[in-house]
């Protein structure tokens, strides 16, 4: 029977991370170690795991701070490991039957090289919200990479099992900033080197946060991974560059929109040098028309952050009398 080592990596995982560990420690199928890669955690995460007394659970402390990148980079280095890998994150959970599903996966299809199973997104209180939008049952790299660049399938970093021996062969996450699109290249990368396998059954939980989410630190983060994730997949001669360069844009689109609006919620009008050289180079640039058929163009939500506060309350209301007006001219007729 397949063996799995899960890998938790882990800093200040307080609120969430005993809900982690229970999910996996209420799993059906038990042939299953916990490895945590706890990064200098100064809250109350390593004693809330050491107080389950599991000996399934082994704690492996890193001898100073890392940054996300790097503490993630020591799974590639765990000891001992079996002979099937799990990735997890520490606000994340798992649902009792998920390993017994992936086991039965891996017994129809021994050859695949990726498994995983549909999710369903949280919120931060653990709520559920919708569910993902799994993969199909199986899937080659092009056609996972064009279901993920169509918005066609949704990917979390909780929940994918690989061999351990192929997660060293692809080198595990690149080093993207903040790990962002880094998921999205490994997993690629694993499907390579043989296909994805997914069962639909929703039994992994995503956790979603809204704090901090909008800062300019983030999208600027979000930004230079975007320009990592391109040009390591521009590599490859089989990747759609037109589609994936559309894919990063509405993405980047996305996430300025909701930061130019959170600007307009709290009455912010700074914006840092550097970062207008990247809105302009990455958001404004590549479409300077639109990114979405149905969207306004980027220059106007650059525009719109830059407004004073009132400006763009004339804006709306005066918006707002039109559409009155055309309706009352349409109810008329």
Request: glycine share 4%.
């Amino acid at each position: 029977m397949p063996t799995f080592t899960i890998a938790l990596p882990v800093h200040n995982g307080m609120p969430y991370i005993a809900a982690a560990i229970e999910s996996l420690l209420h799993q059906t199928y038990h042939q299953f170690d916990i490895v945590v890669l706890e990064n200098g955690s100064t809250d109350t995460t390593v004693s809330v795991i050491e107080a389950y007394h599991d000996p399934r659970i082994r704690i492996v402390p890193s001898q100073k701070f890392l940054g996300i990148e790097d503490n993630w980079k020591r799974i590639l280095d765990i000891e001992t490991p079996s002979e099937f890998l799990v990735l997890m994150c520490a606000d994340d959970i798992v649902f009792p039957t998920f390993l017994e599903e992936i086991v039965t996966l891996i017994q129809s299809e021994p050859a695949a090289t990726l498994y995983h199973t549909g999710a369903i997104f949280m919120d931060e209180q653990g709520r559920s919200r919708q569910p993902m939008q799994a993969g199909t049952y199986r899937e080659n790299a092009c056609e996972f990479l064009s279901r993920l660049h169509t918005f066609r399938e949704d990917v979390c970093g909780s929940g994918f099992v690989m061999r351990f021996a192929d997660f060293q062969r692809v080198g595990g996450y690149p080093s993207f900033k903040r790990l962002l699109f880094a998921d999205f290249y490994c997993y690629y990368a694993l499907t390579r080197l043989g296909y994805k396998i997914c069962s639909p059954t929703p039994l992994v939980g995503f956790r979603q946060h809204t704090q901090g989410m909008t800062s300019q630190s983030v999208i600027h983060d979000f930004v230079i991974a975007a320009g990592q994730y391109r040009e390591m997949l521009s590599r490859d001669v089989d990747v759609d560059t037109r589609l994936l360069d559309q894919f990063l844009h509405k993405l980047l689109l996305v996430q300025y929109r909701r930061y130019v609006f959170d600007r307009i919620k709290h009455r912010h009008r700074d914006f840092h040098p550097a970062f207008e050289e990247y809105q302009h180079r990455f958001l404004v640039a590549p479409y300077p028309t639109k990114a979405f058929a149905y969207d306004f163009p980027m220059r106007w939500y650059v525009r719109l952050a830059k407004m004073p506060i009132w400006a763009i309350r004339i804006i709306f209301y005066y918006g707002l009398l039109i559409v009155i007006s055309i309706r009352k001219k349409r109810m008329a007729q």
